[in-house]
């Protein structure tokens, strides 16, 4: 085969936005996948967006990604969360069809020029001289090429776990990918165990959901992308989700099963997300909760089955059986895929640049769940992000970063690289010093200009953008200036009133923000110099010397995030290298 700019492995929600940003900004790309019926698979809920993962979404549309209008195309229900917050809080959130969605991506990369797509399993990263130069497949093929992005998900060495059986497999019915972790190992790459969980899926017509609530879209229904025309989505077809609750005999099934359980007899090691919890884990950790909530969520138009969000379980078939019966509704329901739990190999991000190439190989990127993170928002951007970067440095440009002022993307692979992980990563508003600026509404705002420079949006979406900039910069300067709304299109006068509004309540909050980061920005962003030298560095304590040569921070603002590094050694650092500049 011939020879690629890059190689982007599985094409998963990070593979897909790495391998459709390096074609779009100029290189030859191969995205190799194990199954190319699976592409942009959502393993577990079939939802995109939530709090603060929502907001990510918008940003990657804003740079020019693709999940927000896949997401668009493909979904069943929207909803906006936390409406009866302030506007920095609103989340999108959207079921999907799942199958729809796989196939609109799918869609997308087959008709990415500069993009070629292969079903075949990677087993080796060919690294020549320090630098990647190429992959090897499992029938032996070796494909060239420049750079390569691995996004292989939950497949390295996967384990499934259903009660006390387990055996190995990337998802239920996928195969593993067992030997690509085993070749990055003997370069010297630090390899850890996670793990994760999804619930039964069960048929619909055995649920009886009149002993439910019902639980609709909004209406009107809000786009995720800001290049979805909003008066035609008005229309858009939706399905109701249902919500009922485990009781008491669901827990006490729960409990006299713990034996069971291989999340309780130890047979699972890696740990799981805490904030996305089994229901076993549930039940032990709040003893006092009397029921807990269960979401019926559709999994596509055209089929009856649905997912019980609320119950991941790794129990055995028959236990799961039962509490399935035991909740109210689903007295007589059958289950057509039984729940289980997965462990996986992940590379601790503390081995990645900011760029999320690795610092031990040239040209090889991380991006996606290999890093510790979950969730397909959280993989989609770092995808987004890897492939850029992966773009910028073939054409020997300037890497491409997001301060944490800027975007939640920024704020996620900031800690990544910096604080590593110990628990599967996912994001939160919390994590947002500045989460005021960084709202769902304004993320064209704060964005679109770096996904023109990228060149990920086009000179025609952007002047669009740009009319929209000007219309609303003028209605904030009190100018009463009438833009033509097909020059805005597909923003609206209705958005423009939103922003004002937004402007009116935040404006003194905001600006006292910009205050801060104006003045501690200049530190924040100040950059370590690539071959600097703790173990030289007099005044540094060991300790601090070992965690900054571990992370190798690019920015000060970085380094001071490193857990274990305190404000007295930043301070040495800082010294010290004022003395080496001026040469004492
Ligand atoms: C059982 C289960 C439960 C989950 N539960 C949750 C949850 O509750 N909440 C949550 O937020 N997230 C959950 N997730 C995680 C979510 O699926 C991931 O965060 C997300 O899909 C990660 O995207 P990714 O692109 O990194 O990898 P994936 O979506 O896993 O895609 C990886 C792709 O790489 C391909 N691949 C792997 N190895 C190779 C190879 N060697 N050669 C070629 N191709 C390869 C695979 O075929 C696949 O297409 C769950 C995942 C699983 C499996």
């Known amino acids: 085969m011939e020879k690629f700019n890059v190689i982007v492995i599985g094409a998963g929600h990070a593979g897909c936005e790495a391998a459709l ?122 494909i060239n090429s420049d750079s390569v992005i691995l996004t292989a998900g939950t497949f390295l060495k996967g384990l499934i776990h259903v009660g006390l059986t387990h055996f190995s497999g990337g998802r239920f019915g996928e195969l593993s990918s067992e030997t690509l972790s085993d070749s990055l190992k003997a370069l010297g790459f630090e390899i850890k165990r996670l793990k994760t969980g999804t619930p039964p899926r069960l048929n619909g017509r055995t649920i009886d959901f009149s002993k439910m609530k019902e639980q609709p879209g909004d209406n009107p229904p809000i786009p995720f992308s800001h290049f979805t025309n909003t008066q035609e989505f008005k229309n858009k077809l939706q399905l109701a989700c249902w919500l009922t609750y485990t009781n008491k005999t669901t827990h006490d099934i729960i409990n006299s099963n713990l034996d069971r359980s291989p999340l309780y007899q130890g047979v699972i090691k890696g740990i799981g997300p805490r904030y996305c919890p089994s229901i076993e884990d ?193 209605r904030l300067d009190g100018k009463e200036t009438e833009m033509k709304e097909e020059l805005l299109f597909p923003w609206t006068k209705e958005k423009i009133d939103f922003e004002v509004e937004v402007d009116k309540k935040y404006a003194p909050y905001i600006l006292r923000q910009k205050e801060v980061i104006e003045k501690t920005g200049k530190l924040e962003n100040k950059r370590l110099p690539e071959n600097v030298n703790y173990d030289s560095m007099t005044g540094l304590l060991t300790e601090a010397k070992q965690r900054l040569n571990r992370v190798r921070p690019a920015t000060i603002g970085q380094a001071s995030r490193i857990p274990g590094v305190t404000p007295a050694d930043i301070a040495v650092v800082l010294i010290n290298l004022a003395k080496e500049k001026a040469g004492k």
């Open 282 to 474: 549930k039940i032990v950790r709040f003893a006092e909760r009397e029921r807990h909530q269960v979401f019926l969520e559709p999994e596509g138009f055209g089929t009856h089955e649905f997912y019980a969000n609320g119950i991941s379980t790794s129990l055995p078939e028959d236990v799961q059986e039962k509490i399935v019966h035991s909740i109210v509704g689903l007295e007589n329901t059958q289950i057509i895929r039984y729940g289980y739990a997965i462990e996986y190999d992940f590379f601790p991000p503390t081995q990645l640049k900011s760029t999320l190439e690795t610092k031990a190989v040239e040209n090889l990127y991380f991006a996606g769940q290999v890093n510790g993170t979950t969730g397909y928002e959280e993989a989609a951007a770092q995808g987004l992000m890897a492939g850029i970067n992966c773009a910028l440095k073939l054409k020997g440009k300037e890497p491409f970063i997001l301060n944490r002022d800027e975007a939640y993307i920024g704020v996620m692979i900031d800690e990544l690289i910096t604080r590593g992980v110990d628990e599967p990563y996912r994001m939160f508003t919390a994590r947002a010093e500045y989460r005021l600026m960084l709202r769902s509404d304004n993320a064209d705002l704060r964005l679109m200009d770096h996904g023109h420079s990228t060149g990920l949006i086009n000179d025609e979406q952007f002047s669009r953008f740009d009319n929209y900039r000007k219309a609303l910069a003028d």
């Open 21 to 142: 940003a390096c074609a779009r900004m100029g290189q030859t790309a191969l995205l190799v996948t194990m199954n190319l019926d699976a592409i942009a698979q959502m393993s577990c809920n079939p939802a995109i967006g939530g709090i603060a993962k929502g907001q990510m979404v918008r940003e990657l549309d804003a740079l020019g990604g693709e999940m927000g209008k896949v997401t668009d195309e493909a979904g069943l229900q929207f909803r906006m969360l936390n409406m009866s917050r302030g506007p920095a809080v609103w989340s999108p959130r959207a079921q999907c069809d799942k199958r729809l969605y796989s196939l609109s991506m799918k869609n997308r990369l087959e008709s990415q020029p500069n993009l070629k797509i292969l079903q075949a399993e990677a087993t080796r990263i060919i690294i020549e001289s320090g630098k990647t130069a190429g992959i090897e497949t499992k029938t032996g093929t070796v």
